[in-house]
Nanobody, 115 residues
């Protein structure tokens, strides 16, 4: 059974930073995309950052230049470094692994940006 477990969320002031981590068990599927999505109350889930097996990335316009996704297949881990956080980044962040119609999700971790 594939499991994705996120960690690293929390409360941070505007302008601050957080680093989210996602550990995949039993392992990251090397040919699959890895990524992060987020969903705020009353809103649809949206893409934050995605990385394919070749290292190509795709970021939401709202996070470009502030967030960085990394994947470490040998450690079965994907991370999201979030800098210069804004109140509008407040959301539940979900780890994702998928390819085609096959997809796996974590349970989510709350990120709150507030003074």
């Amino acid at each position: 059974q594939v499991q994705l477990v996120e960690s690293g969320g929390g409360l941070v002031q505007p302008g601050g930073f957080l680093r989210l981590s996602c550990v995949v068990s039993p392992s990251i599927f090397s040919t699959y995309e890895m990524g992060w999505y987020r969903q705020a109350p009353g809103k649809q889930r949206e893409l934050v950052a995605l990385m394919d097996s070749g290292g190509r990335t795709n970021y939401a316009d709202s996070v470009k230049g502030r967030f960085t996704i990394s994947r470490h297949d040998a450690k079965n881990t994907v991370t999201l470094q979030m800098n210069s956080l804004k109140p509008e980044d407040t959301s539940v962040y979900y780890c994702y692994m998928g390819w085609g119609r096959e997809e796996y999700w974590g349970q989510g971790t709350q990120v709150t940006v507030s003074s």
